[in-house]
């Protein structure tokens, strides 16, 4: 059974950080490529960040230099550290992992950024 488990989400004030992980089983994890989306109240989904089977990442134009991607495959979960949070980052933070052929998500996490 395929499973993705985000943590890691709550509420932060404005300039703080947050560290999400994916913790997933039930398929190759080494073999996927590994996205966070996220999704603010009232918009559709954007791709935040992205991880490549070999480690290659690649970041929206509006968390480049906030966000990082990593994995770990010993540990089949992938992280997204926060940093220097903006109100603009609220939502619901999803994990997906992708192939050619598969595509699985998460439940997402919640991320507030407020004061």
């Known amino acids: 059974q395929v499973q993705l488990v985000e943590s890691g989400g709550g509420l932060v004030q404005p300039g703080g950080s947050l560290r999400l992980a994916c913790a997933t089983s039930?398929?190759?994890?080494?073999?996927?490529?590994m996205r966070w989306y996220r999704q603010a109240p009232g918009k559709e989904r954007e791709l935040a960040a992205r991880?490549?089977?070999?480690?290659?990442?690649y970041y929206a134009d509006s968390v480049k230099g906030r966000l990082a991607i990593s994995r770990d495959n010993a540990k089949n979960t992938v992280y997204l550290q926060m940093n220097s949070l903006k109100p603009e980052d609220t939502g619901v933070y999803y994990c997906?992992?992708?192939?050619?052929?598969?595509?699985?998500w998460g439940q997402g996490t919640q991320v507030t950024v407020s004061s």
């Open positions: 039930g398929f190759t994890f080494s073999s996927y490529a």
């Open positions: 991880i490549g089977t070999g480690g290659n990442t």
């Open positions: 997906n992992a992708y192939t050619s052929v598969y595509n699985h």
